[in-house]
């Protein structure tokens, strides 16, 4: 079951378009939302967050939406450029722990 | 400053051996996490701590054990590796606040 998911596993921007990244999650407890960044052969980067208590926020070229009546989020990057080609996770945090729960990800390729 | 270091970053082991994952940080950060990556899952948490002294299960613990004995160090340990344990394994730290820093992650096979 599970509570973090990101459809669409990939994909393809042109350069100064718009990337748009979408979450859902189906635990009404999570506080903190956040995206992170992979490179292959690297470690997750953290991104962007948004508490629950936010509907945006904004870092440069980088937003994060959050709707939580429909438990959804959403990462834009705008413009795209080819350094952001990656995978993206969206995780949760949950209340004991300071514990994260990922999504499956999604691969990002901005074409030049 | 390094952050969170793993060793080794890869390894291949046969069925039924038994290895350790080493993780080290150096931030003074109390939490520290042990990932799976499989291809569409995402990153699956196995065990963590919250303190020196502390360990507990996550969400796919079976299979493996930890401690945390120092403060800056977390070992995972794989008492007898079987294929479906096949995968990257990430570690990562943080004090509490809002992210984790991870490290490089361990490519692991198990033939």
């Known amino acids: 079951d599970q509570q973090v998911k990101q459809n669409s596993p990939s994909l393809s921007v042109q350069e100064g378009r718009i990337s748009i990244l979408n979450c859902d999650y189906t635990?009404?407890?999570?506080?903190?939302f956040l995206w992170y960044k992979k490179y292959p052969a690297e470690g997750p980067t953290f991104l962007i967050s948004i508490s629950s208590i936010k509907d945006k926020n904004e870092d440069g070229r980088f937003t994060v939406f959050l709707n939580k009546s429909a438990k959804h989020l959403s990462l834009h990057i705008v413009p795209s450029q080819p350094g952001d080609s990656a995978v993206y996770f969206c995780a949760a945090r949950g209340a004991a722990g300071n514990k994260l729960t990922f999504g499956g990800g999604n691969r990002v390729l901005v074409i030049p | 400053n390094a952050g969170v270091t793993q060793t080794p970053k890869f390894r291949v082991l046969k069925t039924g051996q038994s290895m350790t994952l080493l993780c080290a940080q150096d931030?003074?950060?109390?939490?520290m996490y042990w990932y799976r990556q499989d291809p569409g899952m995402g990153l699956r948490l196995i065990h963590y701590?919250?303190?020196?002294?502390?360990?507990a299960k996550g969400e796919v613990p079976d299979g493996y054990n930890v401690s945390r004995l120092k403060k800056q160090n977390f070992l995972l340990g794989l008492e007898s590796a079987a294929p479906s344990q096949t995968s990257v394994y990430f570690c990562?730290?943080?004090?509490?606040?809002?992210?984790?820093?991870f490290g490089s992650g361990t490519r692991l096979t198990v033939v």
């Open positions: 990562a730290s943080s004090s509490g606040s809002i992210g984790y820093t």
């Open positions: 931030m003074n950060h109390e939490y």
């Open positions: 701590s919250v303190g020196e002294g502390t360990t």
């Open positions: 635990n009404s407890m999570f506080d903190y």
